[in-house]
């Protein structure tokens, strides 16, 4: 795919109004624009279906993009595969691949987010934060569900995808160990945060029978759970280790991509660098609420960095 231009961008609109007029038909759409094009329209449609989630029903649910979070890539993945199996009659190996590990990391989000009881009506608590200062307000609330939730969120996940364009584009290029070591990687990075999640997740449970009838579990300390928040495992090194893990993740896909490309540095790390921006200022917000419920979350702050762990900081557990 070559870099994007002012000239591609107005051929691939002139594609999407002869579609919309019907002077085109969809399939003959599908394979004479870019693969990014119609993965692009998926993303506009989810916008609007995404606001209209915002809007009604009983309450207003800006849940949706959580719910789905996962399968969102993995949806543009699927895209790029069968548009290169349409263009060029046969099945792009690499991406192939990338779907297997994609779909056991879409697996894990979506039964992690299952346990915290999201598909049954919980959500997240940092919504109620949000929109807390918001429900009073109609003309913020639309403006924030709109410009958040239901655009940039959508769109950031679909452009995660982008440096698999690199790969669309290597279609032909017999796999080599270059491929087995990105795969390997990306699959090694899946399984380190499904083991930070298990960890999160282990301890909410303990401390959740804990503060019910004061039991201890899975050898946690009484000073522990009282603490409120987990600093075992990949957590005495990072404080948000599972997202550090997700930034490794999407990082990985960009090298991937790039490792095919005439540079290291291409259009495509647009992608990953947003979603970086994302999950800082998400971690960011998350630390202001955990500092206001637990009073020794400002000495964890001190002691062990914010993702990106360095040998000389790190979490001690005092002795009791």
Known sequence: MALITNQVVSDQLALIRLLFAGKLSFIDFYTTSLPYTSTFIFGCALIIIVFVSCH???????TLVDKIWP????SC????????????????????????????????LMELFA???GYSGVEDHRWAVVLRDLKDNQVQLILFSF????FFQPLMLINNS?????????GSVPLSPRDWFYLGLIAGLVGFEYLCDTYVQEYQVAKAIY??????TKDYTEQELQRGFCTRGPFAFSRHANFCTEQFIWLAHYLYGASFDSSWLNWTLVGPATFFLFVCSSAGFTEAISASRYPEYMVYREKVP??????????TEAKA
Do not use: M
Not at 147 to 150: D, H, K, L, R, T
């Open 162 to 170: 982008l440096p698999e364009l690199k790969l669309y584009d290597a």
């Open 147 to 150: 410009a958040y939730v239901s």
């Open 306 to 315: 914010f993702l990106l762990p360095l040998p000389w900081k790190r979490w």
């Open 71 to 74: 399968t969102i890539t993995v």
């Open 56 to 62: 009604t029903g009983k309450k207003n649910d800006f």
């Open 211 to 216: 503060l019910k009838d004061k039991t201890l």
């Open 115 to 117: 346990r915290r009881g």
């Open 77 to 108: 993945t699927i895209n790029y595969i069968i548009h290169g199996y349409l263009v060029f009659n046969q099945l792009n190996s690499r991406l192939l691949l990338l779907l297997a590990i994609q779909t056991c990391w879409t697996y894990h």
